[in-house]
């Protein structure tokens, strides 16, 4: 699992300037193997080899000016209590103002790392003036520029000190995370697998963080049910749900091995489900799409699921070797089944071809199929073999790495998909110099 930071702070100091720069770099090697539109506000980000997930909070005001004050409020509390770190933002063009005041006293009773940013300091003038934002009571402050880059590797520095090593997670039982957009029926789904209202809500404030897994045994399955404090605080939080929901399902598919995806059959797959699941796939976490609420479809005929599941893959390009089940919570309908493909899922993540049969398979397809010569050179693709990594990756061999286009790694994955399966599950494939 991967370590999640949060940028807070008024809006205009700078938030997503400095997220854009330190998600920049990997975000556009994500987008040229992928192809994706990404959501802008979330990203993943890495620094002397330490990654983790990075939140631009501010991309999540919503309204007029005169609610600013009351969301921003809400969601530095947000950001507190799904955050491993924060970082706040404050902008020495303005000095110090109001809402940076309130902030700041929010942040202060954190017992989380913060890392108060003074950004727009362009110039040594400005430098000076920075230190007016020990006024802030936070202590150290870092003092940057988000446009020219200044400072931000002192504050990346001391970020990456604080947060826990990556360790990709050990765990022997398969970890599903439910996830989606809010009332789509996640709660009632987990109800309904586990029979008991499990999740009451409450409102107590501050209270610590619950465990992260919770093991169930279900159906002669046994799995660790991912989930994160908080959907007891649900109530609270009306104004501002899609966030709230943001922060939740990244934590949640960070910290598991598949993630099942509920959708309300009557809103279809729209962009925020989309976005959920490009979090997940870019995480490399296997998916299941659960479209729930089928029994509210009206005047289903043969070809509804169809119909569904064709505008759903057409959302999902080029990663459609995913399973789309059609469930009802309400009825109980299919939910054997959803956790049946999610263990089925799991396995395929976890798979193993012994190389020995991957190569018997896809050398003589390579060799009816060789690359297409790329500025007047051939590629010869040697050897592959499939990496030993918690989750499937494949390295082919060949003289000329470089001249290998994306095009043709399709072709590869396509193959592969054909011959293995790996339904539900990104990969991710790698061409390598022999
Ligand atoms: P956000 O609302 O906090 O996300 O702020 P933005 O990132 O949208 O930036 C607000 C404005 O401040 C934009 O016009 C940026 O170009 C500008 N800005 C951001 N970082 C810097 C900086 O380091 N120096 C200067 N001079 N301007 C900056
Ligand atoms: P969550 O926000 O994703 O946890 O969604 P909830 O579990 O709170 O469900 C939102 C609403 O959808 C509730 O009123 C549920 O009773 C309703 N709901 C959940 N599943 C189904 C279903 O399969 N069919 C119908 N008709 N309603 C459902």
């Not at 940028?7 to 090697?29: D, H, W, Y």
């Not at 506000?41 to 600013?68: A, P, Q, R």
């Not at 921003?72 to 940076?100: N, R, S």
């Not at 989309?274 to 609420?293: D, Q």
Request: net charge neutral; hydrophobic share 40%.
């Amino acid at each position: 699992m991967g370590a999640i930071v949060a940028i807070v702070g008024r809006p205009n100091v700078g938030k997503s300037t400095l997220f854009n720069r330190m998600i920049q770099r990997r975000e556009a090697i994500v987008d040229a193997v992928s192809g994706v539109t990404r959501d802008r506000h979330y990203g993943k980000s890495d620094w002397n080899g330490k990654e983790f997930s990075l939140i631009d909070t501010g991309g999540y005001v919503l309204g007029s000016d005169d609610v600013f004050e009351q969301q921003i409020d809400k969601q530095v509390e947000l950001a507190i209590e799904e955050a491993d770190a924060l970082i706040f933002m404050v902008d020495v063009e303005t000095g110090i103002t109001g809402m940076d005041e309130d902030v700041a006293k929010l942040l202060r009773r954190v017992n989380k790392p913060v890392f108060l940013a003074v950004n727009k300091v362009d110039n040594a003038k400005r430098a000076e003036d920075a230190v007016e934002f020990y006024g802030l009571g936070l202590g150290e402050y870092y003092p940057l520029s988000s446009i020219n880059g200044s400072g931000t590797g002192e504050l990346l520095d001391a970020l990456v000190a604080v947060l826990p090593e990556n360790e990709e997670e050990e765990s022997d039982l398969p970890r599903f995370a439910v996830v989606g957009r809010p009332n789509a029926g996640k709660s009632s789904f987990i109800n309904a697998l586990i029979g008991k209202e499990r999740y009451i809500v409450t409102d107590i404030a501050g209270t610590t963080r619950d465990s992260i897994d919770t093991k169930y045994n279900l159906f002669g399955f046994e799995f660790n049910l991912v989930d994160t404090a908080g959907i007891r605080r649900k109530a609270k939080v009306k104004e501002n749900l899609e966030f709230y929901s943001v922060m939740r399902s990244v934590r949640a598919i960070e910290h598991s091995d598949v993630c099942l995806i509920l959708l309300d059959a009557s809103r279809g797959f729209d962009g925020q489900v989309a976005n959920i699941f490009w979090l997940a796939h870019r995480n490399n976490k296997g998916i299941v799409i659960l479209v729930n609420k089928w029994d509210l479809v009206k005047d289903k005929e043969t070809n509804t699921m169809k119909h569904f599941t064709q505008k759903i893959k057409e959302a999902i390009e080029p990663f459609t070797d995913v399973p789309i089940l059609f469930i009802s919570v309400l009825n109980k309908q299919r939910i054997y089944k959803a956790i049946e493909t999610a263990v089925e899922v799991y396995k395929n993540r976890s798979k193993k071809i012994v190389t020995r049969k991957f190569n018997d398979i896809m050398l003589p397809i390579i060799e009816s199929n060789p690359p297409p010569a790329y500025k007047g050179k051939y590629v010869k693709i040697k050897f592959c073999t499939q990496l030993p990594t918690p989750y499937p990756q494949f390295a082919f061999f060949c003289n000329l790495p470089q001249y290998v286009r994306e095009p043709y790694k399709r072709f590869l994955e396509n193959k592969l998909r054909e011959n293995f399966d790996f339904t539900g599950v990104p990969i991710t494939i790698f061409m390598r110099k022999k």
